[in-house]
């Protein structure tokens, strides 16, 4: 059974800094983009970070460009998103999720097959 786990989500002042992880079971997923999703209180969930299969190709919304920053480690199966810099807009639960084995990372948003459960994520001012 795939599982996509996340972590390190929780409440942060404005400014502060989180890291989010993403452990990955069930299967592999060096040959797939990852990334991350939010979804704020009453909006539409939204895409927030991609990497590719690879690590070397990283796409970022426009909202969180300059503040956060995705990585993986295909050895641990993990994906992670550094986040600083954070500011109460970021309140969200942040969800990871996995795209179809060989897809190109500018397609990612658009090809996913297993989500995570998510984290939330807390920015007082």
């Known amino acids: 059974q795939v599982q996509l786990v996340e972590s390190g989500g929780g409440l942060v002042h404005a400014g502060g800094s989180l890291r989010l992880s993403c452990a990955a079971s069930?299967?592999?997923?060096?040959?797939?983009?990852m990334g991350w999703f939010r979804q704020a209180p009453g909006k539409e969930r939204e895409f927030v970070a991609a990497i590719s299969m690879g690590g070397r190709t990283t796409v970022y919304a426009d909202s969180i460009k300059g503040r956060f920053a995705i990585s993986r480690d295909n050895a641990k199966n993990t994906v992670y998103l550094q986040m600083n810099s954070l500011e109460p807009e970021d309140t969200a639960v942040y969800s990871c999720?996995?795209?179809?084995?060989?897809?190109?990372?500018?397609?990612?948003?658009?090809?996913?097959?297993?989500w995570g459960q998510g984290t939330q994520v807390t920015v007082s001012s």
């Open positions: 069930g299967r592999t997923f060096f040959n797939s983009p």
């Open positions: 999720a996995a795209g179809r084995a060989g897809t190109v990372v500018a397609n990612y948003a658009e090809r996913i097959e297993y």
